[in-house]
């Protein structure tokens, strides 16, 4: 699998998309309701295939056994196994894609997947017949709901309490408590929630439900956030859920969704850099043409500079995300560290390509409506959704220190 460089078919899709995001997915997202879902534009991507790639992977490529392929979807058969060739790449390729012309079209793609993929990855066969065909056909709305107010970074801390129900006895519990700053809440059709059904063991003592949004004791409300994608509150008062709606297994839940944002981190970096290279592309075209002192900006040595720094840190970030892409592919043990890497570099670096594109351009880049004026306000959430930047550097840091650890130890002969 290449990881410095795309073969040319991978390259005429990315360029497919780019496209199809400027001309098709982009006037959709303009006449949607900012903080609403936009069903007509996940009905689009769903159209052209993107929703299902999303879970089959790549053409041409075995999935594995993963529910999708040849009718899986519809039997519920099949199980996604970790390492699946191309998958990871093949997610960060259409998110930086999508992102470079229609960030709107990326998040609303990205977030049928966060919260489909734990079922695609551990639900039960029914679970998968239920939603997954719904899901990439864009008729149903997932949504991945971890953080609670006291709960985001720290997402072994969950207060969400899953007691067992007297009316069913051990096949049934009653979810109360809230979740918070949950992409696609209120509106979602259904969320994988993850609750506490253990006291005093941390992450051992979380279980992953499904649980449709028309349940019993479960409501929501939306929150005005910078984000354009809803972003809500939901609260459980006694939501009844079964074994039926376990995903996964018992207690088992934190793995769910470790291995869920394992995946998507890198593709959040590539997201960041669909950012950034549009803002970029944005910056190279507008120095050439604005004159000023007596001559193209980019003829100014401290415009040129800063520039070069952008497509340097942006082709970084690129690089890092690849690799990390490649090494969940191949099923590599570093793949948090690696996932962790390229989620905090790519998101600081399309933080600074951005600001400093806006620089650059002047006021003309604050005025609403203006791409830029749009992607400042885009790149400032992946710097904290599925870990901050500084969870991302205590994970690394956490890796780094137990694989010197464990160095160390073979090296003594212990």
């Known amino acids: 699998m290449p990881v410095f460089s795309l073969d040319p078919v991978q390259t005429a899709w990315c360029a497919e998309l780019r496209e199809l995001a400027v001309g098709t997915l982009r006037p959709l997202a303009a006449r949607g309701e900012p903080g ?66 229609c960030t709107e079209a990326e998040t609303a793609l990205a977030l049928q997947g966060l919260g489909a993929w734990p079922v695609a990855r551990a639900g039960t066969p029914a679970q998968r017949a239920r939603w997954l065909p719904e899901v990439t056909a864009g008729r149903a709305v997932a949504a991945f709901a971890l953080s609670e107010p006291g709960a985001g970074s720290d ?30 809440a209120p509106e979602a059709d259904f969320y994988t929630v993850f609750a506490r059904t253990a006291e005093g063991i941390g992450s051992r003592g979380i279980t992953a439900f499904l649980v449709p949004a028309d349940r019993p004791g479960l409501s929501g409300s939306a929150l005005e956030m910078l984000s354009p994608h809803p972003v809500g509150r939901l609260v459980f008062d006694g939501t009844p859920v079964t ?40 910056t190279l075209a507008h120095t050439a043409a604005r004159t000023a002192f007596g001559g193209p900006l980019k003829d100014l040595q401290s415009v040129a500079h800063q520039v070069a720094e952008m497509a340097t840190r942006t082709e ?76 991302q550097r205590s994970v690394v840091a956490k890796a780094l220190y137990a694989r010197d650890s464990a160095a160390g130890r073979r090296g003594s002969g212990t």
């Open 316 to 391: 970084a970030a690129r690089l890092l995300v690849l690799s990390a892409a490649a090494a969940h592919d191949a099923g590599d043990p570093e793949v948090p560290r690696r996932s962790a890497m390229a989620k905090l570099f790519a998101t600081e670096t399309a933080q600074y390509v951005v600001d400093t594109a806006v620089q650059l351009h002047g006021a003309r880049a604050l005025q609403r409506g203006h791409l830029l004026e749009h992607l400042y306000r885009e790149v400032r959430a992946p710097r904290i959704y599925e870990g901050a930047s500084e969870i």
């Open 155 to 184: 997402a072994a801390a969950l207060a969400l309490r899953a007691v067992p129900d007297p009316r069913t006895g051990r096949d049934g519990w009653l979810l109360t408590g809230e979740k918070q700053w949950i992409s696609n």
């Open 36 to 101: 609403r879902v936009n069903r007509p534009l996940l009905a689009a991507l769903a159209e052209r295939g993107l929703l299902n790639r999303m879970f089959t992977g790549p053409p041409g490529v075995s999935p594995g056994g993963f529910p999708g392929a040849g009718g899986g979807f519809a039997n519920g058969g099949g199980s996604a196994v970790p390492g699946e060739a191309g998958r990871a790449l093949e997610l960060c390729l259409m998110r930086e894609s999508l992102a470079y012309g």
């Open 243 to 282: 074994a039926a709606d376990v995903v996964g297994e018992p207690g088992r839940g934190f793995r769910v969704a470790m291995d869920t944002l394992n995946l998507f981190r890198p593709s959040v970096g590539a997201f960041a850099v669909g950012m950034a290279q549009a803002a970029l592309d944005a």
